[in-house]
């Protein structure tokens, strides 16, 4: 079992930057690839960036590429979501998730472990 909570969140003027946080417990995160999804109101919850369980292959949405870097600390036991150049459309709850899967993926059924949710509103 492991247990992920989100970072604060908040609201973030259109071209600004944010840091996402997820921290663990239970289990070591190293076991488990890990990933960032996002639900927007109206839409379907949708991926936005994996990371290999030593963090060496990583994978982003087409939506996000170049602006969000994902990285993680094992040793921390910490997952990271840098959001650069932010716009309002990637305004959502974002969640971090685990998944046992060997090589990281982007099927969000494929994650079993998820956080609560942390709200980005991206608005001047």
């Known amino acids: 079992q492991v247990q992920l909570v989100e970072s604060v969140g908040g609201l973030v003027q259109p071209g600004g930057s944010l840091r996402l946080s997820c921290a663990a417990s239970g289990r070591a995160l190293s076991n488990y690839a890990l990933g960032w999804l996002r639900h927007a109101p109206g839409k379907e919850r949708e991926f936005a960036a994996a990371i290999s369980r030593r963090g060496s292959s990583t994978s982003y949405a087409d939506s996000v590429k170049g602006r969000f870097t994902i990285s993680r600390d094992n040793a921390k036991n910490t997952v990271y979501l840098q959001m650069n150049s932010l716009k309002p459309e990637d305004t959502a709850v974002y969640y971090c998730?685990?998944?046992?899967?060997?090589?990281?993926?982007?099927?969000?059924?494929?994650?079993?472990?998820w956080g609560q949710g942390t709200q980005v509103t991206v608005s001047s």
């Open positions: 998730a685990a998944t046992s899967s060997a090589v990281i993926t982007t099927n969000s059924g494929q994650y079993v472990y």
